[in-house]
């Protein structure tokens, strides 16, 4: 499966056990950005943030930089369920890519709640 395909299967077919079935499995694709993809994806069917914070906090430590950043959008998204990765989080506002600081300072405001966004 691709990433593509999680995410296609999940807006076809959200509510299906199979979808979250899969997207579980993809969650130990080699690939990072099916593991990415996968957990992203299982956040927004609400799945309990001890099923995708390790997988998102993980791979806050890959080599390329678009999946850092990836994994920081995620841990946006689960704003104060991610506190646990707070030090990673804040370790990457000194990334040496830009857009990684960027994600990392975002990440850091939504998970301590530090702006509202309005």
Do not use: Y
């Not at 914070?53 to 841990?75: D, E, F, I, M, Q």
């Not at 646990?84 to 989080?89: M, N, R, Y």
């Amino acid at each position: 499966m691709s990433a593509a395909a999680a995410q296609a299967l999940v807006t076809a077919a959200p509510s299906e056990p199979e979808t979250r079935d899969l997207l579980h499995q993809a969650l130990q694709d080699q690939r990072a950005a099916m593991r990415l993809a996968a957990a992203r994806a299982l956040w927004r069917m609400k799945a309990p943030a001890v099923e995708v914070l390790p997988v998102l906090t993980a791979l806050l430590n890959h080599k390329l930089a678009s999946t850092r950043a990836g994994a920081l959008n995620g841990l946006s998204e689960m704003g104060r369920a991610a506190r646990s990765s707070v030090s990673e989080v804040q370790r990457l506002t000194l990334d040496e890519n830009e857009a990684v600081r960027r994600a990392a300072a975002a990440a850091l405001s939504s998970i301590t709640g530090a702006a509202q966004s309005s």
